[in-house]
Nanobody, 119 residues
Framework: VQLQASGGGLVQVGGSLRLSCAASGSTSGFNAMAWYRQAPGKERELVAGITRSIMIIENRSMEGRLNISRDNAKNTMYLQMNNLRPEDTAVYYC??????????????WGQGTQVTVSS
């Protein structure tokens, strides 16, 4: 499985960004897909996850400010982030696995995409 993330960038406080993650390879390897982020000096944390059957989990710190979705026909996951704050600045990673067990590390990871929110 290969994952290709894109869509990061520099945005002002209150702005929006849409991240994309294109998956390829064995389709069972991305039954569950998720976005994680890691800010400098902090541990990696789950932002949101979504299964092929559109079961969603979201980080409460971003509740109401994000929308995770996926297009199974295109093998692509999206993360729409709105009303961005400086504390959202991080490297965002997409990840996938055969099962949606968020208690353990997902098996497949894409390269990160930098999101920087300026005040």
């Amino acid at each position: 499985v290969q994952l290709q993330a894109s869509g990061g960038g520099l945005v002002q406080v209150g702005g929006s960004l849409r991240l994309s993650c294109a998956a390829s390879g064995s389709t069972s390897g991305f039954n569950a897909m998720a976005w994680y982020r890691q800010a400098p000096g902090k541990e990696r944390e789950l932002v949101a996850g979504i299964t092929r059957s559109i079961m969603i989990i979201e980080n409460r710190s971003m509740e109401g400010r994000l929308n995770i979705s996926r297009d199974n026909a295109k093998n692509t996951m999206y993360l729409q982030m709105n009303n961005l704050r400086p504390e959202d600045t991080a490297v965002y990673y997409c990840a996938s696995d055969e099962v949606a067990d968020y208690s353990r590390t997902f098996k497949y990871w894409g390269q990160g995409t930098q999101v920087t929110v300026s005040s």
